[in-house]
Nanobody, 119 residues
Framework: QVQLVESGGGLVQPGGSLRLSCAAS???????????MSWYRQAPGKERELVAA????????NYADSVKGRFTISRDNAKNTVYLQMNSLKPEDTAIYYC?????????WGQGTQVTVSS
């Protein structure tokens, strides 16, 4: 069983920062470095959307236009963990943030962590 556990969410004021983490584990998840890792988010009443993704070696990243210049995705393959540093947060960033691991047609999702940006 593969587990992806997100952490680091919470309530933050506009302009603030949060760092999300997603730790992967499980007996069939022995090669974290072979997975493309992504962060998605879903706001109330909206569809889930891709926020950021990073290739298996970390050599290439891409971001949604709405977060470019504010969010940074990174990974530590030695710790089986992917991160999302979120700066200059806006109320519209409020959502549940999900981590996804993908290799070929197989993907795994975490349970999500709530991020609320409000004064």
């Amino acid at each position: 069983q593969v587990q992806l556990v997100e952490s680091g969410g919470g309530l933050v004021q506009p302009g603030g920062s949060l760092r999300l983490s997603c730790a992967a584990s499980g007996p069939t998840f022995s090669t974290f470095s072979s997975y493309v890792m992504s962060w998605y988010r879903q706001a109330p009443g909206k569809e889930r959307e891709l926020v950021a993704a990073i290739t298996s070696t970390g050599g290439r990243v891409n971001y949604a236009d709405s977060v470019k210049g504010r969010f940074t995705i990174s990974r530590d393959n030695a710790k089986n963990t992917v991160y999302l540093q979120m700066n200059s947060l806006k109320p519209e960033d409020t959502a549940i943030y999900y981590c996804k691991a993908q290799r070929g047609i197989v993907d795994y999702w975490g349970q999500g962590t709530q991020v609320t940006v409000s004064s």
